[in-house]
């Protein structure tokens, strides 16, 4: 392959060869697209040399849209055709919303794809979002001058299976080929790795407006690898605006402000905490109708209010480098990205964990764009001689419903991708001819705590004996992070297949709530998980004989004989309804203890069959 | 264990000579880690990315093949497994344990020690000398697989293969048990952290 690649000496590849290929940071308040060019990732400005593109669409009349800063000017005026913060709603549902003020007229058609009623009719968020796409596209069409070969995406690390292929769509949408979704803090490794050519462990520490996301990262040799990912979905910048505007009503003692005053005052904390960047103190001021205050934030007040939000993140920190199997000395160099680790006190916090200067030399609001397109440049095989490579991680682990409302994890979080795993299951019941499959995410062992992605039948299955079928089911989970499943029946061949594309993704409070939870309740899941085993090992055991005794009780069993079974079979009935492990099993045993004979008997009459085995089920 | 629905493709069928080791149970983790980067290097759909689907999906079908490997390998009752159902025993990785009162105690009182652990003044500390225990009892079962290993792969086996196959699947048991108890010990700290 090699030998087609070598240019005639002194020739080197015409720069007309290369493809146009952009990244593009589709991002919740901003988004950016850059490109490789001469070499180097730069980011692809407006004719006023602007960069960012906000984040919000507006709706006018006869299907006219505005995107970006002019969006944003009458986002307050006209706030029901005006969409801001868009990736917010990307692969949710109404019912997720729940709880949420948000101006739009959402409609409430009963299906799970979320609608907006805008001026211009009815929208979806992937064609909302598929908009901001346009303007950033088109953009990089001009300075590019020609067709985009292809973009590399990036989203959150913690976006889910739903949110992954709602952006994916809103690309489609918008005419951008898709060479690969890209998980932020991965993009950002890219952008310092490459550019330093640095070899080691790096940490990302990504503090942005709503979210808070850490990865360890390890290149060596060529190999980008990511060794695991971790975070907050709802902690971010905004909170510490919060904390300033609360610490300023105390201060006031004034609690009921209007709607309009919280805004206000909400935006006041945004630009005093902006100034202390810079400054060590803020003089503010704020009036709740006749009464006004003065006073001053200072950055040792400031600290303080953040204090415990960011003793959090540094937690987080300590979770992901555990995750990763990596210490603190391992560590090569710290990487800070969104627009939040502009704040001197996040830079102190995270240089006092890890012992050493964090990097900050890239631009935090456009490293993830920058990184994004060097990716996107590999991929449409731009660096023929680059010899990198990228491997990512599943954040969640995936699995299935099994007996019990159980989970059986198929893939575990931070495995790297694409994977296949496949797992054998078989039938509960006898004659059982179909089985649902329920595919869910998360790291919790009951099923009700973890995020249903789909669900679907595989039928046509023979009727046999309980445990007889063999159903193998595949997981695959691509190099975009996204997962499909098929199961097939082993003795017959037949086949169900699903690409898992859920119509609403995982609200982001519960993914990291589920995640947290996890780790706190891996006690109280595992007594649960003995016990829902046991319970469903009563069941299958009560099924067998009640099945035997039916078709060969009166044959085989004296009146006296099938009383004491039936006897054992109450008492087990009535000990499965407790929650105590070490009852229903001592019932169980008692049971299978009183139909031992009954087994035998079976046994010896079957005895053509050669069948082995002492529990009466078996036979 | 999962049954494989992976095939090799055009790679080696065997996982050691996939990666270029020798097969036996002590492996070169470094040499693991780099055969396996330099594998993806070649064979990872990413460099396929302009190419027809066809190639892609082959490239697709090969990494995972080689994740795969790599996964058995890298885990010691995996590769214990592993290499005992190459040599022709087949070994259930779902079999229970065959009486072995001594581990079974050692067991018994490690996770004893991890239950009381949130109660104890020092946890972080506590939870260190668990997982040196444990790290020591890992030591040494792969110490004594290694040497059943080599045992079974001699030539001229004595009389007692079967005697020999059931201690080593044992000791596979053995080493799937130490696995989750790090696995515990892993949850545990995270959930000091919170």
Redesign the interface.
């Given at each position: 392959m090699a030998l087609l690649q070598i240019a005639e000496p002194g020739k080197s590849p015409a720069p007309h060869q290369l493809?146009r290929a952009v990244g593009i940071d589709l991002g919740t308040t901003n988004s950016l697209v850059a490109t490789v060019r001469s070499g180097r990732s730069e980011v692809i400005t407006d004719q006023n040399d602007v960069a960012i593109v906000r984040s919000v669409v507006h709706y006018l009349d006869k299907n006219k849209v505005q995107v970006g800063a002019d969006a944003a000017k009458v986002a307050e005026s006209d706030p029901e055709n005006t969409i801001v913060s868009v990736k917010r709603l990307l692969g949710k549902s109404l019912a997720d919303l729940a709880g949420l003020e948000l101006p739009y007229h959402f409609i409430d058609d009963h299906s799970k794809t979320l609608w907006i009623q805008t001026r211009s009719g009815k929208k979806s968020p992937i064609e909302i979002s598929a908009e901001i796409l346009k303007v950033l596209y088109q953009r990089s069409v001009q300075a590019l001058g020609g067709d985009i070969e292809g973009a590399v995406i990036t989203v959150p690390a913690y976006f889910d299976d739903g949110q992954r292929q709602a952006t994916k769509d809103a690309a489609h949408l918008a005419g951008i080929n898709v060479?690969?979704l890209l998980n932020e803090p991965t993009a950002a490794a890219i952008a310092y790795g490459l550019d330093k050519k640095t070899e080691g462990i790096h940490v990302i520490y990504d503090l942005g407006g709503g979210t808070f996301d850490v990865s360890v990262l390890n290149f060596?040799?060529?190999?980008f690898?990511v060794l695991a990912t971790g975070g907050d979905s709802t902690l971010g910048g905004d909170d510490f605006d919060h904390l300033i505007a609360k610490w300023v009503c105390e201060q006031m003692g004034q609690t009921a402000l209007s709607k309009a005053q919280w805004r206000a005052l909400l935006d006041l904390s945004k630009e005093s905490k902006e100034s202390l960047t810079e400054k060590n103190s803020v003089p503010l001021s704020f009036s709740v109708g006749d009464i006004r205050w003065e006073g001053v934030l200072t950055q040792a007040i400031f600290k303080d209010l953040v204090r415990p939000l960011l003793d959090k993140t540094l937690?987080l920190c300590?979770?992901v480098l555990?995750?990763a199997k990596v210490s603190f000395d391992e560590i090569k160099d710290v990487v800070l990205v969104g627009g939040s680790t502009r704040s001197p006190l996040v830079r102190e916090a995270v240089a006092t964990l890890f012992g050493r200067e964090p990097l900050c030399s890239i631009d935090p609001e456009q490293v993830v764009a920058l990184g994004a397109a060097i990716q996107a440049d590999?991929?449409?095989?731009n660096q023929p001689e680059g010899?990198i490579?990228?491997?990512d991680v599943t954040p969640l682990s995936l699995g299935l419903e099994v007996m019990g409302g159980l989970v059986e994890k198929?893939i575990h979080r931070n495995?790297?991708i694409?994977?296949?795993?496949?797992?054998?299951f078989t039938t509960y019941k006898d004659g059982q001819t179909a089985l649902i499959i329920h595919v869910v995410q998360g790291e919790r062992e009951l099923v009700d705590d973890c995020r249903s992605l789909a669900r679907f039948t595989l039928r046509g299955i023979p009727p046999m004996v309980a445990g007889a079928a063999k159903v193998?089911m595949?997981f695959?989970v691509?190099?975009d992070g996204l997962l499909s499943v098929s199961a097939k029946e082993l003795v017959t061949g037949v086949e169900s297949h699903i690409e898992v594309k859920p119509t609403y993704g995982l609200d982001e409070s519960e993914v990291t709530k589920m995640l947290?939870d996890s780790?706190?309740h891996?006690?109280d899941d595992n007594e649960q998980r003995q016990l829902r085993i046991q319970q469903v090992e009563a069941g299958r055991l009560l099924e067998a004989v009640k099945n035997a005794l039916a078709i060969d009780g009166e044959r085989l069993l004296c009146q006296q004989e099938s009383a004491a079974i039936t006897q054992k079979m109450t008492e087990l009935d009535y000990a499965m309804k407790n929650s105590d492990v070490i009852v229903i099993k001592r019932a169980c045993d008692a049971l299978n203890k009183a139909s031992e004979n009954f087994a035998a008997k079976r046994m010896d009459a079957s005895i053509h069959t050669a069948l082995v085995g002492q529990r009466v089920d078996g036979v | 264990m999962?049954?494989?629905?992976?095939t090799s493709g055009e790679l080696p069928q065997n996982y050691f000579e996939l990666f270029g080791l020798p097969q036996d149970f002590s492996v070169d983790m470094q040499q693991l880690r780099?055969s396996y980067?330099?594998l993806?290097?070649q064979h990872?759909?990413?460099?396929f990315?302009?190419r027809d689907q066809a190639e892609q999906i082959k490239a697709?079908q090969k990494?995972?093949w080689i994740?795969?490997a790599h996964?058995t390998l890298h885990s010691l009752p995996q590769r214990a497994a592993y290499l005992l159902q190459q040599k022709g025993f087949a070994v259930n990785v779902h079999a229970n344990l065959s009486s072995d009162p001594e581990f079974l105690l050692e067991q018994l009182r490690l996770r004893e020690m991890l239950?009381q652990i949130e109660e104890k003044k020092l946890p972080e500390s506590a939870l260190q000398t668990v997982m040196q225990e444990t790290k020591l009892l890992q030591q040494k079962e792969e110490h004594y697989f290694t040497s059943l290993y080599h045992h079974l792969s001699l030539k001229n086996l004595s009389a007692d293969e079967n005697v020999l196959v059931q201690k080593a699947a044992d000791s596979m048991l053995k080493l799937r048990f130490i696995e989750k108890l790090f696995e515990?010990i892993?949850?545990?700290?995270?959930?000091l952290?919170?």
């Open positions: 493809k060479l690969r060596s040799k060529g190999v690898e937690r300590k979770k555990l995750d590999i991929l449409v095989g010899e490579l990228l491997l198929i495995t790297t694409p994977v296949t795993r496949a797992q054998e193998r595949v695959q691509d190099a947290q780790f706190t891996a006690r | 999962s049954e494989t629905s992976v780099s980067k330099a993806l290097l990872h759909p990413d460099r990315a302009g697709l990494t995972d994740n795969q996964a239950e515990e892993e949850a545990l700290q995270h959930t952290l919170d």
